[in-house]
């Protein structure tokens, strides 16, 4: 982890097994990244974001092989923050996924959230790991109210 002069966290890295019982794990300390940069007022669109590529990445990417692992670095960027999320797996076709809402059930569904929440997705590795860049200094208003939409509408289905 790295910290400045006073003793703020500018970038975190950890691993995790690749289960879904860590899951908590990363949502507990990327609640704890967020409050700690003072941008706890995002964590939900954040946490959604994140999640749902840590999940890609343990269901996907790694196929849900314990033995392999999951890295999720957390940071500062220019005007807010970001996270990577990376897997072991073999990669895939990134671009044919994320675009448009997709039917239940059907694979892209996640990427299409983690793009809507994100200003910024981009893949690397051939698509093994995932960088998401979260603007959270002078947000335009249109881009907030789309994304409390997307939260909403994420709630809707999972309440269902």
């Known amino acids: 982890m790295q910290q ?23 949502e507990e300390r990327l609640f704890h990244f967020c409050r700690q940069c003072n941008v706890g007022n995002y964590y939900s669109a954040v946490s959604v974001a994140v999640m749902q590529a840590v999940e890609n990445a343990i269901v996907h990417g790694n196929r849900g092989e314990a033995d392999r692992s999951v890295s999720i670095t957390l940071g500062l960027c220019r005007g807010g923050i970001f996270a990577e999320v990376a897997d072991e797996g073999q990669g895939f076709d990134y671009e044919r996924f994320g675009e448009l809402p997709v039917a239940d059930g059907e694979k892209g569904e996640g990427i299409f959230v983690m793009k809507q929440l994100a200003d910024c997705v981009e893949f690397y590795d051939g698509g093994r790991r995932v960088r998401m860049e979260f603007e959270v200094a002078g947000i335009d208003p249109t881009d907030a109210l789309r994304r409390i939409a997307v939260l909403q509408s994420r709630h809707s289905m999972v309440a269902a």
Not at 8 to 23: H, L, P, W
């Open 4 to 26: 400045d002069k006073n003793n703020f966290v500018m970038k975190e890295t950890f691993v995790i097994q690749s289960d879904k019982a860590f899951m908590p794990t990363v």
